[in-house]
T-cell receptor, first 110, second 116 residues
Framework: GQQVMQIPQYQHVQEGEDFTTYCNSS?????IQWYKQRPGGHPVFLIQ?????EVKKQKRLTFQFGEAKKNSSLHITATQTTDVGTYFC??????????FGKGTMLLVSP | DTGVSQDPRHKITKRGQNVTFRCDPISEHNRLYWYRQTLGQGPEFLTY????????KSRLLSDRFSAERPKGSFSTLEIQRTEQGDSAMYLC??????????????FGSGTRLTVV
């Protein structure tokens, strides 16, 4: 079955440093979504990428979908303490439901 | 619309007991999903409904699990003869889907189940 892998599992940065998490799928994805889960909270939808090579920005967050549509990345510029949480990628590969990765937990120290 | 509601927020039960959780999705959304999440893991798909029809069930969903969505509105997830391995956060989500576009899922706050 489809597998979605994320690295790193965990990253601790100082406020102001950049952060990147990477997502890789075992199969070609029709699209990919990113979610953020704050500690004690539930996943919240951030964005969807559909096209090969697509890049989208949301303020300090930059999302990229690979040319082969099997990988994606999320980059945060100049992290803030409000960025703390676990970031999940989730993909469709022809199935009707999303398969989530295990997530990357981000800790930001002031 | 206040989003996706789940009830209860927490449930502690003894092994072997049955439990039932409820999910009220966003009213305009036609799809409803159940996921399970354990510590340090991403949400794992259990089952989903389009309107009142249950269209897919994960192989993770044993015979002890059953889900319903009568009249295509709220949904219930029942676990019979609970086991300690069932302890997890049970997340409900809803979405609006059509053939062409996919939209993000809106998750509820979840029901945390502890089996003792």
């Amino acid at each position: 079955g489809q597998q979605v892998m994320q690295i790193p599992q965990y990253q601790h940065v100082q406020e102001g440093e950049d952060f990147t998490t990477y997502c890789n799928s075992s199969t070609t994805l029709s699209n990919i979504q990113w979610y953020k889960q704050r500690p004690g909270g539930h996943p919240v939808f951030l964005i969807q990428l559909v096209k090969s090579g697509e890049v989208k920005k949301q303020k300090r967050l930059t999302f990229q979908f690979g040319e082969a549509k099997k990988n994606s990345s999320l980059h945060i510029t100049a992290t803030q303490t409000t960025d703390v949480g676990t970031y999940f990628c989730a993909g469709y590969s022809g199935y009707s439901t999303l398969t989530f990765g295990k997530g990357t937990m981000l800790l930001v120290s002031p | 619309d206040t989003g996706v509601s789940q009830d209860p927020r927490h449930k502690i039960t003894k092994r072997g007991q049955n439990v039932t959780f409820r999910c009220d999705p966003i009213s305009e959304h036609n799809r409803l999903y159940w996921y399970r999440q354990t510590l340090g893991q991403g949400p794992e798909f259990l089952t989903y409904f389009q309107n009142e029809a249950q269209l897919e069930k994960s192989r993770l969903l044993s015979d002890r699990f059953s889900a319903e969505r009568p009249k295509g509105s709220f949904s219930t997830l029942e676990i019979q003869r609970t086991e300690q391995g069932d302890s997890a956060m049970y997340l409900c989500a809803s979405s609006l889907m059509d053939r062409v576009d996919n939209y993000g899922y809106t998750f509820g706050s979840g029901t945390r189940l502890t089996v003792v």
